[in-house]
């Protein structure tokens, strides 16, 4: 298959999969990303491998699934062990660089040496740490509440707002990268890493009002129609149950905004490949570390296996990527380190979960109907962990504490008719509850988390969970 000489990564941060026009969406405008997915591959079914921005991130970072690493909540950022796909790029003579949030350790060897205005976890959120039983995270209902315009040019994600590490500023960077790549020989990656569209929900004024009342809808499936004991703990968490419809349709517009300036942001970077006659010669790939609720089933943030949480945008986009494709087949995050190193003709870590994406992206290989992709989450909000699997169009949700829930996405995308108790589908709960195991344990999985997080809090010596806004 072809082979791209140099990548594009953009990762944002809380993209939910439905928030794009060539989703689907009735009013969320995306036109560059669009343009990607036309000419390109979209990923219709991708997953994060946790939904909570530092196990998705370290997870992303050593191709690995959580359980095997033990980074399990955000007071556990990445500290550079097990190596990352950067110490891999390195070993193999791959120059690259990221710029923008990458949510690590600080002042550790991550294997990024080149990082430009960047953002790790300077201080720990730690109601990880404190799950028996989780409590109402003070200030979570504000951070709904508060949703909406701002001034243009005062948004927290712009030059001319209150921190000059923005991601105007990153994109702008990112920008003058590749200017200065215009003409080079030498293969390279280039990793974007905005912090749009994750919270705070406010967004300059002029991206709002591209969202007015026609085109703001309400959440699904809100309140909620199941008591589910462990989503519950999530809705108390979160406190943001009984919410006015002005404010559930203001969360919208806000952040349907915030996707719609992370779009233009992201035209200007490929207007640049464009520019220096790189385009044809570098794999774009586009994706998030996790989705965002946004009220759907009474739940906000992430930190659960809804489609809106767990699932994430993927668009392909290059040399030899068939154009207006799109591929069905459940997909992984952990998927693009294989497929980055695959367009570059550099091996991969024999220990990435992942596999490439490019034999199908280019048409080598179809789609793989019994391909299975996990997810888990350790976090905030949950006394005990749980787990999915997405084969097929079944996806099996296992709670250590709670009842399963299994959903016919085809038949049911709401997720609103848990089938895990129906007798029809006895076998195929059975069988994917077979493939779990051979994953993982996750009664033992759970346990060895809560235990290191119990350790972790004690040499912490703090007298409670610090409140720290995780974006």
Not at 3 to 22: F, M, Q, T, W
Not at 60 to 79: L, M, Q, S
Request: contains cysteine; negative net charge.
């Amino acid at each position: 298959m072809p082979a791209a000489k140099n990548v594009l990564l953009i990762l944002s941060d809380e993209h939910r999969p439905d928030a794009l026009g060539c989703a689907g969406h009735p009013h969320v405008e995306t036109p560059n990303l669009d343009s990607l997915a036309a000419e390109g591959v979209r990923c219709t079914d991708a997953y994060c491998p946790s939904p909570l921005c530092v196990p998705s991130r370290a997870s992303f970072a050593t191709g690995r699934y959580v359980h095997e690493i033990g980074y399990w909540d955000n007071a556990a950022p990445y500290d550079g062990s097990p190596p990352s796909w950067g110490h891999h790029l390195t070993d193999h003579g791959i120059d690259h660089t990221t710029i923008g949030k990458l949510h690590f350790e600080p002042d550790v060897d991550d294997g990024f040496d080149d990082q430009v205005l960047t953002s790790h976890m300077e201080a720990l959120d730690t109601f990880g740490l404190y799950r028996d039983p989780p409590g109402v995270r003070p200030g979570g209902r504000d951070r709904i509440e508060r949703a909406g315009p701002v001034e243009d040019g005062e948004a927290w994600y712009n030059a001319d707002g209150p921190d000059d590490v923005c991601d105007e500023n990153r994109f702008e960077r990112a920008v003058e990268w590749i200017e200065r790549r215009e003409g080079s020989d030498d293969p390279w990656l280039l990793s974007v890493n905005p912090l749009i569209p994750h919270f705070p929900l406010e967004v300059e004024r002029a991206y709002y009002e591209r969202y007015p009342d026609s085109k703001r809808d309400l959440p699904d499936d809100y309140p909620a129609e199941d008591d589910h004991p462990v989503l519950d703990q999530l809705r108390d968490h979160f406190d943001g149950r009984d919410l006015d419809e002005e404010t559930l349709r203001r969360t919208r517009s806000a952040y349907y905004g915030l996707v719609t300036a992370l779009d233009e942001y992201i035209g200007d970077v490929l207007d640049a490949l464009e520019r220096t006659g790189q385009a044809e010669e570098t794999l774009v790939i586009y994706t998030s570390d996790h989705g965002e609720m946004l009220g759907d089933h009474e739940l906000w943030w992430k930190c659960c296996m809804y489609e809106q949480s767990a699932g994430v945008p993927l668009l392909l986009w290059g040399p030899g990527v068939e154009s207006g494709r799109t591929v069905e087949q459940p997909v992984s995050l952990l998927d693009v380190l294989p497929t980055m190193t695959d367009a570059l003709g550099v091996p991969a870590d024999p220990s990435w979960r992942g596999r490439s994406l490019l034999p199908v992206a280019t048409g080598t290989d179809e789609p793989d109907p019994d391909r299975v992709v996990f997810s888990e989450y350790h976090a905030h909000g949950v006394s005990h962990g749980f787990s999915m699997l997405r084969r097929g169009p079944y996806k099996y949700v296992h709670y250590v504490d709670g009842p399963a829930q299994l959903f016919d996405l085809d038949a049911d995308p709401e997720e609103t008719d848990n089938l895990a108790g129906d007798p029809e589908y006895r076998e195929v709960r059975a069988s994917l509850e077979a493939k779990l195991e051979s994953i993982v344990d996750p009664a033992a999985v759970d346990e060895r988390a809560r235990a290191d997080q119990r350790r972790r809090r004690e040499r912490l010596d703090i007298d409670g969970p610090s409140n720290v806004d995780p974006h």
